[in-house]
């Protein structure tokens, strides 16, 4: 999934942005016109904290994520010039052949051309019954392998696929802040 984080002067302006924050922006220029310094200013403080904090917050959140991404860097075999060779997810093509083996996930939509698995979609359907699959079956990105191998062909890959439509889908949603 491409990397969708903004630039961090656009993060730390967004915390003023939202309804509550933009009320106290409002109320300490009322402040300010009434004369009235000393509540201006202590309005003024909390909301630089409240915004310094939420940045923080945030930014440790990303820094954490990032980890996790690195970690879950997903590579997996491919047959490329009659070789299986390990291959980065980013790098799949449709029509590449991959092998799916016990354990592991799917790492693109598939349809299944050999072998015999079960398959847990739970993540993609939240039906918890694992699905017995064999050749001729198409699965999707995010399942997870919990029995048996099998050889497939990609059908899509990263955002072209089921759940990367799903995630751009939550991604472009646009959503109201309560603060």
Known sequence: ???MSAHPL??????FCA?????????????????????ASVIAALLLFDAALAYFQESRAQTTLAAIKSRLALNTLVKRDGEWKTVPVAEFVVGDPVKLSLGGGVPADVHL??????????MLTGESPPIDAGAGTDTFAGTLLSRGEAT???????????????????????????Q
């Open 1 to 3: 999934m491409p990397d």
């Open 10 to 15: 656009r993060n730390a302006f967004a915390k």
């Open 19 to 39: 309804p509550v924050p933009c009320l106290l922006v409002v109320s300490v220029l009322l402040e300010i016109a009434l004369h009235k310094y000393y509540v």
């Open 113 to 122: 051309s050999g072998g015999s698995v079960e398959l847990d979609q739970s």
């Open 152 to 178: 497939a062909i990609i059908t899509a890959a990263g955002t072209r696929t089921k759940f990367g439509r799903t995630t751009e889908l939550s991604r472009s949603a646009h959503v109201v802040s309560t």
